[in-house]
């Protein structure tokens, strides 16, 4: 039993439907701040929710206004969804006719107190993974799972497997393969990328990194773990 309450205290437990989660921010502890999205720069933060002193939040991407944000930045930040996922197939064309269809990816969640960036909040199921979403080049992936957010302009569906390739030695290009499932709402969404494998290379050259991931919309979001740091 006092196993089963350690893990209870140090992961976070969330409920979601389509949109909304709730859980607890790891190491917060802190005060009060709200949840954001920068994906159209840091002069426009998107809230999407409240953290407390507790680190208790609430997330919701549903019926988020961009009223606010200027025609400019919206282009600037937009582009085709081909190149909005963080793996990227060899061929431009591998989504077929939603290839060049706007996009826009936010890697992490930010957190601001009275309207200054005060901290970043990494999603992930395992937190081994985060340093290498760090820095890829030095620090090893492992299997698990990370999260992002994208906006799409319209709905979206993409059900397809691809492949690229990656520099892993002198003269050496290891192919990977990505496997697309997931359903993209007009707005904004929540997506999982799952590393099935990982090819293990000479850590004087490069770190090790995913070569089978997984695509998908959240699968389990009692998986996720919302980790911050603080500045």
């Known amino acids: 039993m006092k196993a089963l309450l350690s893990v209870c205290f140090m992961c976070c437990f969330f409920w979601a ?3 909304e989660i709730t859980g607890k921010v790891k190491n917060h502890g802190k005060s009060e701040m709200d949840l954001v999205l920068m994906l159209f720069g840091m002069d426009y ?3 999407i929710g409240k953290v407390d002193k507790k680190g208790q939040f609430t997330a919701n991407l549903e019926n988020i206004s961009l009223n606010n944000i200027p025609k400019e930045n919206l282009s600037m930040s937009m582009g085709d969804l081909y190149f909005n996922f963080y793996f990227n ?8 006719e939603n290839s ?11 957190l601001t107190k009275n309207g200054d960036w005060a901290g970043t909040v990494f999603l992930v199921s395992d937190e081994a993974l985060r340093p290498w979403i760090e820095d890829s080049g ?7 799972s990370f999260y992002e957010v ?15 390739s990656v520099y892993a030695a002198e003269n050496e290009e290891v192919e ?10 007009k707005g904004f969404n929540w997506v999982e990328y799952t590393i099935n494998e990982v090819y293990e290379t000479d850590p004087d050259i490069r770190a090790s990194f995913p070569s089978k991931v997984t ?5 389990d979001p009692s998986r996720m773990l919302w980790v911050g740091t603080y500045y």
């Open 138 to 144: 030095y620090n090893n992936a492992v299997e698990g």
């Open 100 to 110: 060049d269809k706007p996009a826009a990816r936010q890697d992490f969640v930010r």
């Open 17 to 19: 439907n389509a949109q």
């Open 150 to 164: 994208m906006y799409v302009e319209e709905d979206l569906s993409l059900n397809m497997t691809c492949n690229s």
């Open 215 to 219: 695509i998908s919309n959240v699968k």
């Open 89 to 96: 197939c060899n061929e431009s064309g591998a989504f077929g």
């Open 45 to 47: 933060p998107i809230s």
């Open 176 to 185: 990977t393969e990505y496997s697309f499932d997931i359903q993209l709402k």
